[in-house]
């Protein structure tokens, strides 16, 4: 069972950053893919971003490249989403996800083993 804790969500304004974080239990963790998902209100459930399970390897969403940087400290079991320059549109609530086969980067929701509770992320106008 592998559990993951969100945090570092919040209320911004448009253009400012803010860092999301999420830890994760497990001994394994440095063989996860892990990614960074949002989930708007009736919207469906989307990627943002994924990393390998070295941090070599990454993917962004064409919405969010070249704003948002994801990465991870093995170490400390934490993987990492730097937002910046952040609009309106962002506004959602952030999950991150965990892939336990960590053979390469899968973008769909279902490609995913493990969620954390999510964190809400409101920038406003």
């Known amino acids: 069972q592998v559990q993951l804790v969100e945090s570092g969500g919040g209320l911004v304004q448009a253009g400012g950053s803010l860092r999301l974080s999420c830890a994760a239990s497990g001994r394994t963790f440095s063989s996860y893919v892990m990614g960074w998902f949002r989930q708007a209100p009736g919207k469906e459930r989307e990627i943002m971003a994924v990393i390998s399970w070295s941090g070599g390897y990454t993917y962004y969403a064409d919405s969010v490249k070249g704003r948002f940087t994801i990465s991870r400290d093995n170490a400390k079991n934490t993987v990492y989403l730097q937002m910046n320059s952040l609009k309106p549109e962002d506004t959602a609530v952030y999950y991150c996800?965990?892939?336990?086969?960590?053979?390469?980067?899968?973008?769909?929701?279902?490609?995913?083993?493990?969620w954390g509770q999510g964190t809400q992320v409101t920038v406003s106008s």
């Open positions: 996800a965990a892939d336990i086969d960590g053979g390469r980067l899968r973008l769909g929701v279902r490609g995913y083993d493990y």
